[in-house]
């Protein structure tokens, strides 16, 4: 069936460099989005989201990207931080009514 | 503005024993939705709530769990009886609205021994 996936599993980047993360999608009718942030123990908390109209959308040192071409989504991290170590689920709106949420990536932040 | 209440935190139990875990969404949030979330994965909706009206229950599975929104506001999810594979983390999200932003609690943790 159609379902929402992340390229890496786990990703580890220097702190202070810029982080990217990736997530694929292949219902092309999908016209909502979303990235939540998880840390252990709690649940998932609202990053960014981003409609079909839109290629990119700014939030304060995160930047989102659509590629509708290619079904690609993509979160970026600026200058990352150790409180961002977490992981990071996109979910997509199939059918403006249920979210599906994809595996998850793993972000650690090396001191 | 608080956020998604959940209770409890933790719970263990025995297999075959009922358990339930309750939700009070954010205060004008229409939509209540049950997540299930498997270790290393995302959250599987189980029950998306119109107000009151379970309007997709589809991935419930039904010969076990049974959920409630009475009034419209807080919400009730019940195991009866509860299997080894139902160990999971349960997560409650709320929106003002169907395909609106989602937020979630904190989430129950079930250990089922």
């Known amino acids: 069936g159609e379902s929402v996936g992340l390229h890496l599993p786990t990703l580890s980047v220097q702190e202070g460099d810029n982080s990217i993360i990736n997530c694929a999608y292949s219902?092309?009718?999908?016209?909502?989005f979303i990235w939540y942030k998880q840390e252990s123990g709690k649940g998932p908390q609202f990053i960014i989201d981003i409609r079909s109209n839109m290629d990119k959308r700014q939030g304060q040192r995160v930047t989102v990207l659509l590629n509708k071409t290619v079904k690609h989504l993509s979160l970026q991290i600026a200058a990352t931080q150790p409180g961002d170590s977490a992981v990071y689920f996109c979910a997509e709106n199939m059918d403006g009514q249920n979210f599906v949420f994809g595996p998850g990536t793993r972000l650690s932040v090396l001191p | 503005e608080a956020g998604v209440v959940q209770s409890p935190r933790y719970k263990i139990i025995e297999k075959k024993q009922p358990v339930a875990f309750w939700c009070n969404p954010i205060s004008g949030h229409n939509t209540l939705y049950w997540y299930r979330q498997n270790l290393g994965q995302g959250p599987e909706l189980l029950i998306r709530y119109e107000n009151e009206e379970a309007v997709d229950d589809s991935q419930l599975p039904k010969d076990r769990f049974s959920a409630e929104r009475l009034k419209g506001v807080d919400s009730t999810l019940k195991i009866q009886p509860a299997e080894l594979g139902d160990s999971a983390v349960y997560l409650c999200?709320?929106?003002?609205?169907?395909?609106?932003?989602?937020?979630f609690g904190p989430g129950t943790r079930l250990t089922v021994l």
């Open positions: 219902n092309s009718a999908s016209d909502y």
């Open positions: 999200a709320s929106s003002r609205r169907e395909a609106d932003t989602q937020y």
